[in-house]
């Protein structure tokens, strides 16, 4: 960093501050995403930080990262299903790329061959098409949901199996991951509230995934909470419902990519994520013009911009 930051100590204040994000690290506009066979670090990093700060663009770069291009190309039938989904509802098309996206990222760090990580984005990609048969009108209510709308809202893992179950190109570990990525290891989960030896690898991965974008994303009905404590449920929570392994791949590789954005403190003053440690994903060390701070995550002051 160039510059030696001492940490104020005598502030204890700092401590439960909150952050929000402020701005990446690069000027997104000026990145041209190489044309190559893999995503480098850097492009992953631009990605994950415009997710992070909620800019629509993400997805124009995720669905032209080579892998998930090659995975469209390679099958016309998934194709036309995500232009179904997007078509039908946007905010199910942005979390469908985003899951598949991370859940790319988890299976390469996973060391899943590229055949196991295609199938894996097509996991993605899919595994909220049976929202295609739950009404708009319950998929958005801003209001509370009724018990009733919740059960039919829970059926799209079946309603996904049932229509993915004919596709080209979709074999049964893909299928499963449709059906089971709501099951859950303590057998909290959805639709048969399957255990451990159940859930196959994939709906594992994109499990997690598909919560860390679900918490991170605005929806009609609430605010994204911020990407740090998403990490705070992660390893607080995570263990009881979630796989350890991808578990623990994601709280040791995700939180990385956050370093150099710039940040909203919840007292107004900006500053910069200079340092994430593996043990405490969810309290980052922020480079302020006061010094370095370790930034709260509570969302009591959290204040997202
Ligand atoms: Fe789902």
Same mark, same amino acid.
């Given at each position: 960093m160039g510059e030696i930051i001492k940490l =104020? #100590? *005598?502030? #204890? =204040?700092d401590l439960c501050r909150g952050i929000s994000f402020y701005s990446f690290t690069e000027d997104f506009s000026e990145i041209r995403f190489q044309k190559k066979s893999r995503l480098s670090g850097k492009e992953i990093k631009i990605i994950v930080q415009a997710l992070a700060a909620g800019k629509d663009f993400a997805q124009k770069k995720i669905i032209n990262a080579v892998l998930i291009k090659k995975v469209l190309e390679e099958n016309p039938d998934v194709k036309m299903a995500v232009d179904e989904i997007k078509n039908y509802d946007e905010y199910t098309y942005k979390h469908s790329l985003n899951t598949a996206f991370y859940a790319m990222l988890i299976a390469k760090w996973l060391k899943f061959s590229e055949k196991q990580v295609k199938e894996i984005i097509c996991a993605g990609l899919l595994h909220d098409i049976g929202k295609l048969k739950i009404p708009l009108d319950v998929l958005n209510k801003k209001e509370k949901i009724t018990d009733y709308e919740y059960g039919l809202i829970k059926n799209h893992t079946i309603y996904g199996f049932n229509l993915i179950r004919n596709m080209k190109g979709i074999n049964n570990s893909i299928r499963q991951a449709v059906l089971l990525h709501h099951e859950r290891m303590d057998k *909290?989960?959805?639709? $048969? %509230? *399957?255990?451990l030896s159940d859930i196959n690898a994939y709906a594992k991965i994109i499990a997690v995934a598909d919560v860390y974008d679900a918490m991170c994303s605005d929806r009609v009905y609430k605010k994204r909470k911020s990407h740090f404590e998403a990490f705070r449920m992660f390893k607080n929570e995570g263990h009881e419902i979630f796989d350890a392994k991808i578990l623990k791949v994601f709280l040791s590789r995700m939180p %990385? $990519?956050?370093?150099g954005m710039d940040v909203l403190l919840s007292d107004g003053e900006i500053g910069t994520i200079c340092e994430i440690s593996p043990d405490s994903p969810e309290y980052p060390l922020i480079k302020t013009s006061h010094g370095l701070i370790a930034a709260g995550v509570d969302a009591a002051v959290l204040k997202i911009i």
């Amino acid at each position: 960093m160039g510059e030696i930051i001492k940490l =104020n #100590e *005598s502030d #204890e =204040n700092d401590l439960c501050r909150g952050i929000s994000f402020y701005s990446f690290t690069e000027d997104f506009s000026e990145i041209r995403f190489q044309k190559k066979s893999r995503l480098s670090g850097k492009e992953i990093k631009i990605i994950v930080q415009a997710l992070a700060a909620g800019k629509d663009f993400a997805q124009k770069k995720i669905i032209n990262a080579v892998l998930i291009k090659k995975v469209l190309e390679e099958n016309p039938d998934v194709k036309m299903a995500v232009d179904e989904i997007k078509n039908y509802d946007e905010y199910t098309y942005k979390h469908s790329l985003n899951t598949a996206f991370y859940a790319m990222l988890i299976a390469k760090w996973l060391k899943f061959s590229e055949k196991q990580v295609k199938e894996i984005i097509c996991a993605g990609l899919l595994h909220d098409i049976g929202k295609l048969k739950i009404p708009l009108d319950v998929l958005n209510k801003k209001e509370k949901i009724t018990d009733y709308e919740y059960g039919l809202i829970k059926n799209h893992t079946i309603y996904g199996f049932n229509l993915i179950r004919n596709m080209k190109g979709i074999n049964n570990s893909i299928r499963q991951a449709v059906l089971l990525h709501h099951e859950r290891m303590d057998k *909290s989960g959805y639709p $048969f %509230k *399957s255990g451990l030896s159940d859930i196959n690898a994939y709906a594992k991965i994109i499990a997690v995934a598909d919560v860390y974008d679900a918490m991170c994303s605005d929806r009609v009905y609430k605010k994204r909470k911020s990407h740090f404590e998403a990490f705070r449920m992660f390893k607080n929570e995570g263990h009881e419902i979630f796989d350890a392994k991808i578990l623990k791949v994601f709280l040791s590789r995700m939180p %990385k $990519f956050l370093i150099g954005m710039d940040v909203l403190l919840s007292d107004g003053e900006i500053g910069t994520i200079c340092e994430i440690s593996p043990d405490s994903p969810e309290y980052p060390l922020i480079k302020t013009s006061h010094g370095l701070i370790a930034a709260g995550v509570d969302a009591a002051v959290l204040k997202i911009i």
